[in-house]
């Protein structure tokens, strides 16, 4: 039997984006992680597992800057709540689970200073789902050791300036993750 490859990802998901746009087809994306997230051989095909230290991109489409990254079977771990900048992302997990939190802003929405965040959804995220996030989207992510997941990403956006909330403090800052 044929799995569904990194390669027929990233052509799909150029055909869908190109073709409706991001926003647009973000769902169809989504749906089509949760196709690639059922490949058996993802880690042992894309991942040089002895050289992996908590995240490898396996796969990356220059027309629409699309990016395929493997990330977690390591410690687990908690993220703050933060948004994407400019980019869109597609979370999925391979194995184990993720809590995911979705987020809104209850102030004006500046991007240093005072912020005050509402939970909206909390939900867990199992082996074979996928999440996805549009431009502007709050979230956090909570996953236990060992849970490998596939994070998809429209644009790169480690090399973006992004909103970083601290809910204790209420307060959001602009993470350069170009500098990180
Ligand atoms: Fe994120």
Known sequence: ???YTVEQFLADS?????????????????????DLLENPRLLEDYVDMEAYAGHSVIGHDAETDVYVIVHGGRKGNKSSPHDHGPCSVIYGNYTGHTTMRRWKRLDDG???????????????????????????DIHSIEYPDGAYFVRVTIGDVEKQKTLRYDTDRGIVEIDDRSKN
């Open 110 to 136: 500046g991007s240093e200073g005072a912020a005050q965040l509402e939970l909206v959804k909390k939900y867990d995220v199992h082996a074979g789902e996928a999440s996805a996030f549009a431009e502007g």
């Open 14 to 34: 150029r055909q869908t984006f190109q073709g409706k746009g991001v926003r647009a087809g973000l769902e169809e994306v989504r749906l089509k992680v949760e």
């Open 1 to 3: 039997m044929s799995h």
